[in-house]
């Protein structure tokens, strides 16, 4: 570990000066990380060990995406990964779904906790879900009448068995249906507890809540 | 198994139908960042600043005027709209906030350090966002156009793309989660394509810009510590590699966009 | 000429203002209504104000956006073009503080202002114009504040 | 006595307009700082304005006028040339006059 700081350093160093031939992509890749390395410090709960990157964020840092067989291997972790609802109870109360979908709040350095119910979910920094807020996202699909689309009456029929452990599995890990998927993995990365997760699967998929009126 | 990738199948191809009602709110944004822009108050750091150019401070009780920006001593005009650039006096790639802060250093006696350390906004670091926004209007609607024929200003573009592309924290999030497509927003911000040329160069060239949900003036440094304050990361230094990597790949990138800085943004 | 009616106008009008408000003034500014800027909604603040029950009136323009991208700054304007109008006030109805400010109106002025005003929430936003005869005049438009960013 | 304003007084007929910035916090007495002690309210209250020496313009404002406040009115018969002086006095007694030309 040391050793390699060292290195990072002088590399930085050329870098920086400019070095006499032009460096390959691969001793590019090599000088960015020392970079990273180099320019960020602690502050609050936001440490650097931050920059510790999984399999997936890795082969997700590049302009392309990866190679088909990386893909597979991420989305298979992924799904294995997925910790299913205590009592196969899926479904919350759609009204504090809504605040968590609200609350854009959590995770930065100037939050005092990481704990979960500190956390929102800021669905709506990307989703359209409740039609009556007009202030939302498009970075991710609209989410308005989602359980309707999809043909939930009764959540706990078994017909509907599919699509509810599907939301609940890409709330839970996103990755395991899209490798490189912009949606946080919200269970996975214990940014939101099962029950805040089961308060979301009611705005999307109880009949009563307003994202299916 | 097969259920769950039958419905991810049908959800992935399921797209959303409701952005109809938009329309309206949208056309209500553009008429009320049309009447802001009467009277945009990043003049009054603008005013600010342009004292602080001409004013002696400092240990060595001198102004900035002989200050160069890149376009040599004392040239303000323009030198904003080719910044990022490389210095060889530091024989470093520097943005115009770092650079102020070595003018500072060498001609007036600051200790550059501790203006980084200060924290955005208070003492001296103040005094840096009205000096950019100072120098950031002087090059108004003039063409982005960063040099890059020195060999370092090449390395930290690319060092820049993939700073830009860098995913991590608990969010996995990278700049370019945000702002690597075209006609995407965050709640109801319109977030500029900053990843090619062309792009939304003015996404780059908007800033030093005046914030209105905190009445704050912010320079590049504070847009990008916000960034990655958002990005769920660590705390970028003042001036890091990172940070004046992202301005070159952005700066490139914005490539004949207008400078409209000192904007007015939400 | 003008100079003289408008300081006079200015001395007499603080006196009643102290009067109506009852009170002897807590701020630096010997003319500035306390209680007007104390009084919640429209008819509360134009009584504050000394004016009698107001009146919707085509005579007045107020100008607002729709919607506002951020409520710490929202682009508002007042004008009324009708014979003895002698002042022009903003209001944001559900703000903790109703009043927003009044603009003196006379003959060196064109009876049209702007200015930017806070919201805490979506609200009305009324223009009034004070009469010499007492009468409040007023228009209003609801501004809607929306929630911006990553709301962190 | 806080920083300078920003004056732009434009000749249009036999009118000018006038466009002021000033800088000041315009704090609401409201808002809480981080410790959660009550920020004391701190806001301009009156704004006046002469052209060539002669009161024109008078406003009273309340702590709903936003940060770094922007204020625009119209000077009947004022042409390029004349002296545009403006003075805003806040709750503390801080007081600032700024001068500017009819351009």
């Not at chain 2, 005013?47 to 401070?57: D, P, S, V, Y």
């Not at chain 2, 009780?61 to 376009?71: M, P, R, T």
């Not at chain 3, 929430?121 to 005869?133: G, I, R």
């Amino acid at each position: 570990m040391m050793i390699c700081r060292i290195i990072a350093l002088v590399v930085v160093a050329c870098s920086v000066a400019g070095c006499a031939s032009a460096p390959s992509p691969g001793e590019l890749d090599r000088r960015a990380i020392a970079v990273m390395q180099s320019s960020f410090r602690d502050q609050g709960i936001a440490k650097v060990d931050r920059l510790h990157q999984d399999l997936g964020q890795q082969a997700c840092s590049g302009a392309s995406p990866p190679p088909a067989d990386t893909v597979k291997r991420i989305e298979a972790e992924a799904l294995a990964s997925i910790r299913w609802p205590a009592g196969g109870r899926y479904l919350g109360d759609w009204r504090e779904g809504e605040k968590l979908a609200q609350n854009g709040r959590g995770m930065t350095w100037t939050d005092a906790s990481a704990s979960p119910k500190d956390n929102g979910a800021s669905c709506y920094n990307c989703h359209q879900i409740d039609k009556k807020e007009i202030s939302f996202g498009t970075i991710g699909p609209s989410l308005w009448n989602y359980g309707k689309q999809h043909g939930v009456k009764d959540p706990t029929d078994p017909a509907s068995a599919a699509i509810v452990q599907y939301t609940w599995g890409k709330l839970w890990n996103s990755k395991a249906y899209a490798a490189c998927s912009n949606m946080p993995r919200f269970g996975h990365m214990g940014l939101l507890d099962e029950n805040q997760l089961r308060h979301l699967m009611a705005l999307l998929l109880d009949p009563a809540s307003p994202v299916n009126q | 198994m097969n259920k769950l990738i039958v419905a991810a199948a049908g959800a992935l191809l399921w797209v959303g139908v409701a952005a109809q009602a938009q329309k309206s709110a949208a056309d209500g944004i553009a008429e009320y960042r049309k009447m802001l822009e009467d009277g945009n108050p990043a003049e009054l750091f603008e005013a600010k600043g342009e004292a602080l150019w001409k004013q002696k401070r400092g240990p060595k009780n001198a102004s900035l005027e002989s200050c160069d920006l890149g376009k040599g001593p004392g040239v303000v005009k323009g030198a904003f709209v080719e910044l990022p650039r490389y210095f060889a006096d530091t024989d470093r790639v520097q943005d115009l906030e770092s650079r102020l802060v070595s003018c500072m250093q060498m001609l007036q006696g600051f200790d550059g350090a501790a203006i980084a350390n200060t924290p955005f906004g208070r003492g001296e670091q103040d005094n840096v966002t009205a000096l950019a926004t100072f120098v950031a209007a002087a090059s108004r609607g003039l063409h982005f156009d960063l040099p890059q024929s020195h060999p370092a200003e090449r390395q930290m573009y690319e060092i820049g793309k993939r700073v830009f592309y860098f995913r991590g924290g608990p969010y996995d999030f990278a700049c370019a989660s945000c702002h690597g497509e075209d006609g995407k927003r965050i709640r109801l911000q319109d977030l500029p394509n900053l990843s090619k040329n062309p792009g939304d160069g003015v996404g780059f060239a908007s800033w030093p810009a005046y914030r209105v949900s905190n009445g704050q003036m912010w320079g590049m440094q504070l847009r990008l510590n916000d960034c990655y304050r958002q990005q769920r990361f660590p705390y970028p230094g003042f001036s890091s590699d990172a940070t004046v990597a992202l301005g070159v790949f952005m700066g490139v990138n914005a490539k004949g966009a207008e400078s409209i800085a000192p904007a007015i943004k939400r | 000429m003008v100079s003289r009616r408008v300081m006079l106008r200015h001395s007499a009008e603080a006196a009643a203002l102290m009067a109506t408000a009852g009170l002897l003034p807590t701020t630096a500014s010997a003319a500035w209504p306390q209680a007007a800027f104390d009084a919640k909604g429209l008819a509360d603040t134009v009584k504050a104000l000394g004016a009698g029950a107001p009146q919707e009136s085509k005579d007045v323009t107020l100008t607002a956006p729709d919607i506002a991208e951020n409520g710490a700054v929202v682009p508002v304007g007042c004008a009324c073009a009708l014979a003895g109008v002698k002042r022009l006030a903003l209001l944001v109805e559900k703000n903790p503080t109703t009043l927003a400010a009044v603009f003196e109106v006379n003959d060196a002025l064109e009876p049209s202002f702007a200015t930017r005003v806070k919201m805490a929430q979506t609200s009305n936003v009324y223009a009034v114009a004070l009469l010499a005869d007492g009468r409040a005049l007023f228009a209003q438009k609801e501004v809607k504040v929306t929630l911006g960013g990553c709301g962190g | 006595m806080g920083d300078p304003m920003r004056i732009r007084a434009q000749a249009q007929g036999d009118k000018a307009v006038v466009r002021v910035l000033m800088s000041h916090e315009m704090e609401t007495g409201q808002r809480k700082d981080s410790a959660g002690k009550t920020v004391p309210a701190w806001f301009i209250q009156e704004v006046t304005a002469s052209h060539n020496g002669t009161p024109v313009f008078s406003a009273l404002w309340g702590t709903a006028v936003s940060k770094n406040p922007f204020v625009l009115f119209t000077i009947r018969g004022a042409k390029a040339g004349d002296k545009i002086v403006v003075t805003w006095v806040d709750n503390r007694g801080d007081k600032r006059s700024d001068e500017a030309t009819v351009v």
